[in-house]
């Protein structure tokens, strides 16, 4: 089963009543910066600070009730945990959220703040996915992958979904890439609603496999990645690989001083909170390594769960 254009529209009238519909908002001062007209999603208004929880409340709300009874469970120390866990809550079904033992405190409380039930491991993705096979035995509850899930990737969907309709003359559309759900999502969602969209890809270059993958025909893992945007160190999926590689015109590459300025640049001048993982999207326009000059540029921005004692530009 692929991901289809109407499974995108389905699950954004499914989420309708859960999930907040973000603004689009424009900033003079980054337009002269990057020479293009930027058009902000503004996912870092979302319920819990990111995206994530249009997939985790389409992936909720499309379960059965028999289903639902016996819960959900992911692995995840993210985003993905806290989104999970609220669309649980507010479904009033368990969340079973298997996080490693060295997440960071900051989100350890907030999937407990809303009502995950947390199972700590060995911070391997042996020890996450063994874990949660382990509780998925236990209490048949419903596996929702963080981003090689079709509901998952038809919630992240909706984001482009508005965009297109808010501002239907954009040129291209950015977003991050990670494990790519919302890639994927925004790419299908994109494509399908406007003939000759282009769709690019933002990639930290200290954690470039999605790029390396995209250049070798194959899922390349990635491998101890060390950058700054936290949000974006996990690999490619079999679901979403083949849906970016069919609709992706290219993903770029950012370095770390890049993503920096732009995510101070965005806080100073355009009073939004961005995580260094949404100022990705911006570094490719603020390094200039492709030239959309004079386009409308739509950017998603992605998620704001920053850790106000550990900013990137405090030495």
Known sequence: MTVTLS??????????????????????????????????KCENFQKVGAFKFRGASNAVWSLTD???????????????AQALALAAKMR???AYIVMP????????????????????????????????????????ATVVHPYDNERVIAGQGTAALELVK?????????????????????????????KGIRVIAAEPEKADD?????QAGEIIPSINPKTVADGLLTSLGTLTFPIIQKRVEQIVTVSEAGIIEAMKFVWERA????????????????????????????????????????????K
């Open 7 to 40: 499974d995108i529209k389905e699950a954004a009238q499914r989420i309708k009543p859960y999930a907040h519909r973000t603004p689009v908002l424009t900033n003079e001062s980054l337009n002269q910066q990057v020479g293009a007209r930027v058009f902000m």
């Open 66 to 80: 028999e289903e639902a009874a016996r819960g959900v469970v992911t692995h995840s120390s993210g985003n993905h």
């Open 92 to 94: 009033g079904i368990p």
């Open 101 to 140: 033992s060295n997440a960071p405190q900051v989100k350890k409380n907030a999937v407990a703040g809303y009502g995950g039930q947390i199972t700590f491991c060995e911070p391997t993705l042996e020890a996450r996915e063994s874990t949660m096979e382990r509780i998925r035995l236990d209490t048949r």
């Open 166 to 194: 808010d501002i239907p003359s954009l040129d291209v559309i950015i977003a991050p890439v990670g494990g790519g759900g919302l890639l994927s999502g925004t790419s299908i969602a994109a494509t399908e609603t406007k």
């Open 210 to 214: 999605a790029f390396r993958s995209l």
């Open 271 to 314: 009073k939004i909170i961005i995580e260094p993982s949404a100022a990705t999207v911006i570094a490719v326009l603020w390094e200039k390594k492709i030239d959309l000059s004079g386009l409308e540029v739509g950017v998603i921005l992605s998620g704001g769960n920053v850790d106000l004692e550990k900013l990137p530009w405090q």
